[in-house]
T-cell receptor, first 112, second 114 residues
Framework: SQTIHQWPATLVQPVGSPLSLECTVEGTSNPNLYWYRQAAGRGLQLLFYSVGIGQISSEVPQNLSASRPQDRQFILSSKKLLLSDSGFYLC???????????FGSGTRLTVV | AQSVTQPDIHITVSEGASLELRCNYSYGATPYLFWYVQSPGQGLQLLLKYFSGDTLVQGIKGFEAEFKRSQSSFNLRKPSVHWSDAGEYFC????????????FGKGTKLSVKP
């Protein structure tokens, strides 16, 4: 199984508050993991990817950070949310020799 | 640089009508190509993929796609659309590298009229 668990499904947070979104994956060990953000009309924007524990690469400078404390855990965080952080956040893992990705069901974040 | 273009932002078709969603890619080597669908408020689901061999690939839910190297295209088709096919469709190309990244197009939103 390559299931991905993301929570929460929906989140409403005030501007300036912290954020922590968690993603855990099943399946083969040492997967590549990804955080994407999807804003209205802007497609999928790759935010971070990780090829192993403690290894994080950032694709876009921003108000967010990511961590990978365990092989199958990927966390997206912010110390102080901005209105522009609103969007739909998706976690994904690679499928190994299958080359594609498996996606989680996403978190809808609204910053108010 | 690698890129994926989906020229249609929004398409509306009647239920039972045929569908074709366009995808063009820019990639120097033989591409690995994918189509994903996203239902409203959900994650992305893999519809089909092309790695090599037969250029017409079959996927789930009655979808198919044809790889045309000469046109750098990988268009998605379905002969008869169902209301449940409404959603956003993403074309993607795998360009390898240690991080195994996919590049996604910006998506085409499909609406289905009853």
């Amino acid at each position: 199984s390559q299931t991905i668990h993301q929570w929460p499904a929906t989140l409403v947070q005030p501007v300036g508050s912290p954020l922590s979104l968690e993603c855990t994956v099943e399946g083969t060990s040492n997967p590549n993991l990804y955080w994407y953000r999807q804003a209205a009309g802007r497609g999928l924007q790759l935010l971070f990817y990780s090829v192993g524990i403690g290894q994080i690469s950032s694709e876009v400078p921003q108000n967010l950070s990511a961590s990978r404390p365990q092989d199958r855990q990927f966390i997206l965080s912010s110390k102080k949310l901005l209105l522009s952080d609103s969007g739909f956040y998706l976690c994904a893992r690679d499928r190994g020799s299958d080359y594609g990705y498996t996606f989680g069901s996403g978190t809808r974040l609204t910053v108010v | 640089a690698q890129s994926v273009t989906q020229p249609d932002i929004h398409i509306t078709v009647s239920e039972g009508a045929s569908l074709e969603l366009r995808c063009n890619y820019s990639y120097g080597a033989t591409p690995y190509l994918f189509w994903y669908v996203q239902s409203p408020g959900q994650g992305l689901q893999l519809l089909l993929k092309y790695f090599s061999g037969d250029t017409l690939v079959q996927g789930i839910k009655g979808f198919e796609a044809e790889f045309k190297r000469s046109q750098s295209s990988f268009n998605l088709r379905k002969p008869s659309v169902h209301w449940s096919d409404a959603g956003e469709y993403f074309c993607a190309v795998y360009y390898g590298g240690s991080q195994g990244n996919l590049i996604f197009g910006k998506g085409t939103k499909l609406s289905v009229k009853p």
